[in-house]
């Protein structure tokens, strides 16, 4: 069984910044593709960005790309999501999850584990 327990939310004004982490434990975190979904009330979950287990290919929302950056760091057995210039459409539960087998997962039920959320609410 993999656990995974995100940190890093928080209350941030409009153009501030956070850095999400993601820690993993129970399995091969190597061997995985995580990704990082929001859910803001009232909306689906949505993957906002995704990294393959080696790093060497990743993929952004349109609403992300140019503010967001995924990374991880294997040995540490954590994923990452720094977050810039956040508005408040950026509001939202965020998620990590981790993908066994596959790598481009986009939807969520593609992916096998995931982590209890982590809020972020950004404030104008």
């Known amino acids: 069984q993999v656990l995974l327990v995100e940190s890093g939310g928080g209350s941030v004004q409009a153009g501030g910044s956070l850095r999400l982490s993601c820690a993993a434990s129970?399995?091969?975190?190597?061997?995985?593709?995580m990704g990082w979904f929001r859910q803001a009330p009232g909306k689906e979950r949505e993957l906002i960005a995704r990294?393959?287990?080696?790093?060497?290919?990743?993929y952004y929302a349109d609403p992300v790309k140019g503010r967001f950056t995924i990374s991880r760091d294997n040995a540490k057995n954590t994923v990452y999501l720094q977050m810039n210039n956040l508005k408040p459409e950026d509001t939202a539960l965020y998620s990590c999850?981790?993908?066994?087998?596959?790598?481009?997962?986009?939807?969520?039920?593609?992916?096998?584990?995931w982590g209890q959320g982590t809020q972020v609410t950004v404030s104008s």
């Open positions: 999850a981790a993908a066994q087998g596959r790598w481009f997962p986009v939807r969520a039920y593609e992916y096998d584990y």
């Open positions: 990294i393959v287990r080696t790093g060497s290919n990743i």
């Open positions: 129970g399995g091969t975190f190597s061997t995985y593709t």
